[in-house]
């Protein structure tokens, strides 16, 4: 059974940090894109970052650019996601994701992917 789990998620102030972990099982994960993404009370999922299947590029959403970095460890089948510098609109369930093929490039639409997690919720207030 393919799975997705995140981890990390929780209650931090503004201007805090958290780093999020995305652990894959199942199959391999190693060679496929990845990427996060995050749903807002009342609001669409939306893009966070994206991560080639080496690694060796990797893409963030405007909002979240110089605070957030989307990284994997293949070896481990792991995507992280560091989040500093946290503001109160980043609260957020995030979701870690998967392509079911092997493709070069990074992906931003939730339409890219095959495979989602359940989602880790992260509240950012004072």
């Known amino acids: 059974q393919v799975q997705l789990v995140e981890s990390g998620g929780g209650l931090v102030q503004p201007g805090g940090s958290l780093r999020l972990s995305c652990a894959a099982s199942?199959?391999?994960?190693?060679?496929?894109?990845m990427g996060w993404f995050r749903q807002a009370p009342g609001k669409e999922r939306e893009f966070v970052a994206a991560?080639?299947?080496?690694?060796?590029?990797?893409y963030c959403a405007d909002s979240v650019k110089g605070r957030f970095t989307i990284s994997r460890d293949n070896a481990k089948s792991t995507v992280l996601l560091q989040m500093n510098s946290l503001q109160p609109e980043d609260t957020a369930v995030y979701y870690c994701?998967?392509?079911?093929?092997?493709?070069?490039?990074?992906?931003?639409?939730?339409?890219?992917?095959?495979?989602w997690g359940q989602g880790t919720l992260v509240t950012v207030s004072s």
């Open positions: 991560i080639s299947w080496s690694g060796g590029s990797t």
């Open positions: 199942g199959r391999t994960f190693s060679n496929v894109p």
């Open positions: 994701a998967a392509r079911l093929q092997r493709t070069t490039g990074i992906y931003t639409s939730t339409h890219d992917y095959d495979y």
